[in-house]
């Protein structure tokens, strides 16, 4: 199927180009992924290409529509041609700081900027695996539990968790152009890793990542939603700043677990987001105390208390502490969060008091009616 497909590519020429797409190095035929019937065309854009990309994303997914086989194309731009002419090596953007914020009512927009979602907050980590994922998944959930509408969008291009968290196996549908969200345990929820085979890597570099990110985004038929949930790439890398920047962000949520070494890469996230002038709506110390399911003694392996010393010392709400237990680990792995697994449980109970925190900040309007 893939030859097919790159022989069909290679009969196409973009507006402004002589040659192919193949041939002109817009399509690099190791990039093109074929899952089934979903398939993936990652598109260089050259610079200075000053074609319509629009055109360009519409030739290639008629292509791919008229092939049978096919039923989910999609086509990751992996830049966008700004609207006036640039510099061809433009500076950095320069980042405002924002003061220390003080508690209360922050100057968040009333609405978000992508149309169908009320709100939009970032749940992020200096690290990897410091279990931002499982506390996203389940923040959202809490959050739902709450009443809210909520959308949960795995933005981990590299190392997308929430096929296995969710237990979803199945591939998004498309309809008139637009993605559909795939609903688990009353979430609409999105991930690369839905489209892509489990065992097999992401190799792309940075534009094509933030250009796919902002895809699965804004051409996802979402719907109405009161919050969605951005489960955010770890580490300040240059996707994380062009989501920070280019999002809707009403707040982000930053997770470490207490130890020195990650507490140190959690404030460098939580600076990125203030240097953007997001609102930190607070830290959540995860994998704070190990209870034996034997014997029933605490025990801190990865340290206790760090991550709320540090909220307090950098003057940022702290959100509250989730444990190290093999029920929450176990329910993970079975791809039912533990909120969703078991919601009259202690730990779902951690993560519903934060959300609760977090719609709080999210809503302060709701608190005055």
Sequence with gaps: MKTIILRRLSLLTAPGLKTDLLTSGMVVSDQVTVDGGKVIVPVNVPT???????AVKAMIEEQLHSLDGIDTPLVVLTAERPAAPEPAAPEPPKLRKRPTEAPGRDMRPHSAAIPGIRTIIA?????GGVGKST?????ALGLQALGLKVGLLDADIYGPSMPSLLNVHTRPEVEDDRVMPIEQYGLKTMSMGYMMEEDKPVIWRGPMVVTALMQMTREVNWGALDVLVLDMPPGTGDAQLTMAQQFPLQGAVIVSTPQDLALIDARKGLKMFKDVDVPIFGIIENMSTFICPHCGKASDIFGHGGAEEDARRLGVPFLGAVPLHMTIRETSDA???VVAAEPDGPHAKIYRDIALKIAARLFPEDDED
């Design 135 to 139: 506390t996203a998944a389940n923040l």
């Design 123 to 127: 749940v992020a980590s200096g690290k």
């Design 335 to 337: 791809g039912m969060p």
């Design 48 to 54: 200075g290409y000053s074609g319509d990309l629009a």
